[in-house]
């Protein structure tokens, strides 16, 4: 079965730092660009940014530029979000996401997962 | 940043033709991608590259782009496709990124 599934929410206080997790099963992880996506409670899709298939290009949304970084091991089939100076406008269920292609920009998002919550509260 | 502009709201009624518009500059020279999110599901992916379908998904969804508006078309409205729809494009005027459209919530009479 195609899928990614997130892990590393929680709840964490303003100013901390925080590590989400994607692993991708099958379907061959490196030949695709993924992507972070969030969204807040009652709202709607944010992108948070993307990565392409061998990390030669990395892209982010304003709002998050400067404090987030995103990486993958190709090897473990894995995407990475690390999430730092985090406020209260993180908040947000932040769903790992394939790309239909691998390179930048990309495509359309046609796999996604359940999504991983991110409280930001003291 | 590009702006995208969906309308909040729209209804059918069961059997007719629902169409959501997503506005945006020169929006026709983009590929657009419309996602489908039910209540406490994730996004699934019913257009891309403006009239594509996914395997899997009905040929009652279709779509179109020209110009200023992209459009999904929703055939044969069933209460099944009662949701929120975004549409999505990449915007590569300096730095490449994607952007959503605000969503629009689908009413099945």
């Known amino acids: 079965e195609v899928q990614v599934v997130e892990s590393g929410g929680g709840l964490v206080q303003p100013g901390r730092s925080l590590r989400l997790s994607c692993v991708a099963s099958?379907?061959?992880?490196?030949?695709?660009?993924m992507h972070w996506v969030r969204q807040a409670p009652g709202k709607g899709l944010e992108w948070v940014g993307g990565?392409?298939?061998?990390?030669?290009?990395?892209g982010y949304a304003d709002s998050v530029k400067g404090r987030f970084t995103i990486s993958r091991d190709n090897a473990k089939n894995s995407l990475y979000l690390q999430m730092n100076s985090l406020g209260p406008e993180d908040t947000a269920l932040y769903y790992c996401?394939?790309?239909?292609?691998?390179?930048?920009?990309?495509?359309?998002?046609?796999?996604w997962g359940q999504g991983t919550m991110v409280t930001v509260s003291s | 940043s590009y702006v995208l502009t969906q309308p909040p709201s729209e209804s059918v009624a069961p059997g007719k033709t629902a169409r959501i518009t997503c506005g945006g500059s020169n929006i026709g020279r983009k590929n657009v991608h419309w996602y489908q999110q039910k209540p406490g599901q994730a996004p699934v992916l019913v257009i891309f590259r403006d009239s594509d379908r996914p395997s899997g998904i009905p040929d009652r969804f279709s779509g179109s782009n020209f110009e200023s508006t992209a459009t999904l078309i929703i055939s044969g409205v069933e209460a099944g496709d009662e949701a929120d729809y975004y549409c999505?494009?990449?915007?590569?005027?300096?730095?490449?990124?994607?952007?959503f459209g605000p969503g629009t919530k689908l009413t099945v009479l």
């Open positions: 990565i392409s298939w061998n990390s030669g290009d990395i």
């Open positions: 996401t394939r790309d239909q292609s691998g390179s930048w920009p990309g495509n359309a998002f046609d796999i």
């Open positions: 999505q494009v990449w915007d590569s005027s300096g730095d490449h990124r994607a952007f």
């Open positions: 099958g379907f061959t992880f490196d030949v695709h660009g």
